[in-house]
């Protein structure tokens, strides 16, 4: 069955798709994420010390299993963009974007000639080490990877309804936590509900999927009920210390109620 890159994943359904976080540099998490049940996951190149050259065998992992992955850059200065495109992603998020013009410069860098700036790498992975037609290759670029700018700071948010106008844009990802740093708020304030709703108001009227990151289950139900396409469940160094703290506590527990233990 032939691979289909992100965008097109969530054109395909109506249903709102659950990932998470990767932040441990070791693709056998990768795997077991992917074994548990994941639509996706996003591997953290932001606020984790992962390298080019996990992203690349977590994506190759990844995708052997039947999970789609995206990678979240560094940074939006777009210098990892290519050879991660190049690596057969299928998305990528940039972070810290704060303004049209900074949105259709990475837009850019995502899209082959006439759109934009990508370089064609036919040979690449992204091209089946050219095995791919050059017209497939070029065509599944431009229409079925995710090219998602993360919008964080209030004025961004403000700006969403001409961020998300920009050509070529098929994905958003809004920051809550930095949202709230930026503008001193908490999430249940008046003011940022009403700025989230015209956020997603913007993307329902573009067309354009939107994400977020959420930490409990219920907080994933509430965010598709209000529109997110797809959601972001934790991550798996807090899944694996909510794991180990809770096996640790349940078992110390049981210890001390027999005081006879290896008596």
């Known amino acids: 069955m032939a691979r289909q890159g992100f965008a097109r994943r969530l054109a395909s359904t109506s249903e709102c798709l659950v990932g998470t976080w990767v932040k441990i540099p070791a693709v056998s998490a990768v795997e077991i994420l992917a074994d548990a049940g994941f639509d996706f996951v996003v591997v953290d190149m932001e606020h984790a010390p992962l390298t080019f050259e996990f992203a690349y065998q977590a994506t190759v992992v990844a995708q052997g299993a039947g999970m ?117 708020l908490p999430e249940s304030d008046p003011a940022i509900q009403k700025l989230v709703d015209g956020f997603l108001a913007s993307a329902r009227a573009r067309g354009v999927p939107a994400g977020t990151a959420v930490g409990t289950a219920a907080q994933a139900e509430a965010a598709a009920d209000r529109g997110y396409r797809f959601v972001m469940v934790s991550n798996d160094t807090s899944l694996l210390r909510g794991a180990a703290a809770s096996t640790v506590a349940d078992v110390r527990s049981r210890l001390s109620k027999g005081d006879n233990h290896g008596v």
């Not at 850059?73 to 810290?96: E, K, T, Y």
């Not at 040979?123 to 037609?133: E, N």
């Open 68 to 184: 789609s992955v995206l990678v979240r850059v560094p940074d939006r200065s777009g210098s990892h963009l290519q050879r991660l495109l190049d690596a057969g992603v299928d998305g990528i998020l940039v972070p810290r974007v704060t303004s049209v013009d900074e949105t259709a410069a990475a837009v850019r860098q995502m899209l082959f000639s006439p759109g934009g700036d990508r370089g064609m790498g036919v040979t690449s992975r992204a091209g089946r080490w050219g095995g791919l037609a050059r017209a497939e290759y070029l065509r599944f670029g431009d229409e079925e990877v995710m090219r998602a700018v993360q919008l964080e700071e209030r004025a961004a948010v403000e700006a969403a309804e001409e961020i998300l106008a920009v050509p070529g844009l098929n994905g958003v990802f809004l920051g809550m936590g930095d949202l709230q740093l930026s503008s001193g």
